[in-house]
């Protein structure tokens, strides 16, 4: 094998890699050994066959990366398809991600610090910037061409680099924050998923075009916010001051919900909500969508609307507790109870849907 075949076949065995500066301080390296075998006088075959295989040399390499990264100090570390930056709890208010696909996980720590991890292609990348605010975009990863040019001794070497859009065929990035105390987090996204589960981020705010919101056993000290258009919403012992979820065909299913006031809309999508803890204010509208809210405690102001959808209202309490309207112009309405003058206000109207409220 030559110089130039041993070098080109190396090249190609590190398509793994999510830097050209990797690569190419890897193929400088055995290039000047082979040089240096040469100059000792073996022929070009020996010097490149005492380079051992390509195999071994990127067997090696990978097991280095490893170690390299599992004994790194906080800052970043990087192995193969997958890349690391270490933030600070303490100087990071908050953390902006642009996304166009791919999974978001938003998870806990293990050592209290935040951690954002990514896989990277041959074709995309996340750019992390900032410091107090730090901003996660996806871009086009523009290392990878289908050539790769290396400076060795005074002239260019050219090898080619095959478009390998297979490697890493889903790309997903994760927000790893302390179990409490967490900065803000906003996440703007076209199709991907989005998964928060025990964390406690300062406010939570999501924005999806079809891609599916799972939110399991997060506080938030602020406000949580999610906006999807196809995607369903999916919440589970979730608490925050306020909470708002609008969705235009998913469906909204929650299961207790802790939020002083709480906003809930969707288009054709159902919302199904138990267990909701909602002391001040809650709203809550569909147009062709079923409505299902079961409340744990009173609460002070709640209005339902909805076109064409069925609502059905269990309220904590007697209905003494309650003043309660309900307005249809087509449907059926069914209460187990009386229309008393009870300090709470409840509203519930609908233009041909039915309604159905129960107490207890």
């Known amino acids: 094998m030559t110089k130039s075949e041993f070098l080109d076949e190396l090249c190609r065995a590190l398509r793994f890699c999510p830097s050209a500066e990797e690569v190419q301080r890897t193929v400088n390296f055995y290039a000047e050994a082979i040089d240096d075998r040469m100059e000792d006088g073996m022929s070009e075959e020996e010097?490149?066959?005492?380079?051992?295989s390509v195999e071994d040399i990127v067997r090696e390499l990978k097991s280095t990366w490893q170690k390299e990264e599992d004994s790194a100090p906080a800052g970043e570390s990087v192995r193969p398809g997958k890349v690391t930056r270490v933030f600070s709890p303490d100087s990071v208010s908050r953390i902006e991600v642009f996304d166009t696909s791919g999974s978001i996980d938003i998870l806990p720590s293990p050592d209290g610090q935040i951690h954002i991890e990514y896989t990277a292609s041959d074709t995309w990348r996340y750019d992390i910037t900032g410091e107090s605010v730090v901003t996660v975009r996806r871009v086009?990863?523009?290392?990878?061409g289908k050539t790769l040019t290396l400076g060795l001794f005074g002239r260019d070497f050219t090898v080619p680099i095959p478009n390998f859009n297979g490697a890493f065929k889903e790309l997903y990035l994760r927000l790893l924050?302390?179990?409490?105390g967490g900065p803000a987090v906003n996440v703007n996204s076209?199709?991907?998923?989005?998964?928060?589960?025990?964390?406690?981020p300062a406010q939570l705010y999501v924005k999806l075009a079809s891609g599916d919101v799972t939110l399991a056993y997060a506080r938030m000290e602020g406000?949580?916010?999610?906006?999807?258009?196809?995607?369903?919403?999916d919440l589970t012992e979730v608490s925050a001051p306020e909470a708002a979820v609008s969705t235009v065909s998913g469906g909204v299913d929650i299961e207790d919900l802790n939020a002083a006031e709480l906003d809930l809309k969707t288009v054709s999508g159902d919302?199904?909500?138990?267990?909701?803890?909602?002391?001040?204010?809650?709203t809550a509208g569909s147009v062709s969508g079923d409505i299902d809210l079961a409340l744990t405690v009173p609460c002070e102001r709640l209005g339902i609307d909805s076109v064409s959808g069925d609502v059905e209202l269990a309220l904590p309490g007697s209905d003494t507790l309650y003043t309660?309207?309900?307005?249809?112009?087509?449907?059926?309405?069914?209460?187990?109870?009386?229309r008393c003058a009870g300090p709470n206000q409840v509203r519930v109207k609908t233009m041909s849907g039915d309604i159905t409220v129960s107490f207890g």
Do not use: F, Q, Y
Not at 223 to 233: E, M
């Open 190 to 200: 076209v199709s991907g998923d989005v998964e928060c589960r025990n964390v406690s």
């Open 140 to 144: 086009k990863n523009g290392e990878w």
């Open 177 to 180: 924050l302390p179990a409490s």
């Open 271 to 282: 919302i199904d909500a138990g267990a909701i803890a909602a002391t001040r204010r809650l």
């Open 47 to 52: 010097a490149v066959a005492a380079m051992g």
């Open 223 to 233: 406000k949580l916010s999610v906006i999807t258009v196809s995607g369903d919403v």
């Open 324 to 338: 309660l309207t309900t307005k249809t112009n087509t449907g059926d309405v069914e209460i187990s109870g009386h």
